[in-house]
């Protein structure tokens, strides 16, 4: 066996060094999320699509229709003559739902609650959880193997701390074309899980 090796060294190492190279570069991309934790979970807002298939600024209405104030989420009133998306119709017209999340960190699972659910919860609106997590959006262009492969690219939403990141497994997140603007964070729940 030894002898066999030594001949046909080159060969193995050809064989070799391309597995060695993938696995290097599937660790670093995958472990570090591994060890990114928070004991927070959140609350988010989305809506559905309404008149409007295009909900292009779906945003805009999630942001005036649900707050947070004195810890506590509240609902707001929408104005009759309001048009968040200014698409030439009312935000009364565009007949938007939105709907809470209640999602769980540890799970990476959401579940949709009611508006009496969510105002029991005490909530901290800061991006920032208290343990130094964020949620965040970030478009992930996947790695380009030697130029050859493309790894595939990927729109979505985060829990990051420092340089870690671990994809958050959102509901009802309009994933259509490139208009990723049906998602509001609402706030932290507290306390934590310790």
Do not use: W
């Given at each position: 066996?030894?002898?066999?090796?030594?001949?046909?060294?080159?060969?193995?190492?050809?064989?070799?060094?391309?597995?060695?190279l993938?696995?290097?570069?599937?660790?670093?991309?995958?472990?570090?999320?591994?060890?990114?934790?928070?004991?927070?979970?959140?609350?988010?807002?989305?809506?559905?699509n309404?008149?409007?298939?295009?909900?292009?600024?779906?945003?805009?209405?999630?942001?005036k229709?649900?707050?947070?104030?004195?810890?506590?989420?509240?609902?707001?009133?929408?104005?009759?003559?309001?048009?968040?998306?200014?698409?030439?119709?009312?935000d009364?017209?565009?007949?938007?739902?939105?709907?809470?999340?209640?999602?769980?960190?540890?799970?990476n699972?959401?579940?949709?609650?009611?508006?009496?659910?969510?105002?029991?919860?005490?909530?901290?609106?800061?991006?920032?959880?208290?343990?130094?997590?964020?949620?965040?959006s970030s478009?992930?262009?996947?790695?380009?193997f030697?130029?050859?492969?493309?790894?595939?690219?990927?729109?979505?939403?985060?829990?990051?701390?420092?340089?870690?990141?671990?994809?958050?497994?959102?509901?009802?997140?309009?994933?259509?074309?490139?208009?990723?603007?049906?998602?509001?964070?609402?706030?932290w729940?507290?306390?934590?899980r310790?």
């Open positions: 066996m030894k002898e066999f090796i030594k001949k046909n060294f080159a060969i193995l190492l050809a064989f070799i060094l391309p597995v060695v993938i696995v290097i570069v599937a660790l670093s991309t995958y472990l570090p999320s591994l060890f990114l934790s928070t004991d927070y979970n959140f609350i988010y807002t989305s809506c559905t309404g008149a409007n298939y295009y909900s292009y600024r779906c945003d805009n209405y999630l942001q229709r649900h707050s947070v104030v004195d810890d506590k989420i509240v609902v707001n009133s929408i104005s009759p003559t309001q048009d968040s998306d200014n698409d030439g119709i009312l009364i017209n565009e007949n938007y739902t939105a709907r809470i999340f209640l999602h769980d960190t540890e799970k699972e959401s579940r949709e609650i009611t508006l009496q659910e969510a105002q029991t919860l005490t909530l901290n609106s800061l991006l920032t959880s208290p343990d130094g997590v964020t949620v965040s478009y992930d262009r996947g790695a380009d030697f130029f050859i492969f493309d790894g595939g690219s990927s729109y979505g939403y985060y829990l990051t701390k420092g340089k870690n990141k671990d994809k958050l497994n959102l509901i009802n997140i309009d994933q259509r074309y490139y208009y990723r603007n049906n998602f509001q964070f609402m706030g729940i507290l306390p934590g310790n």
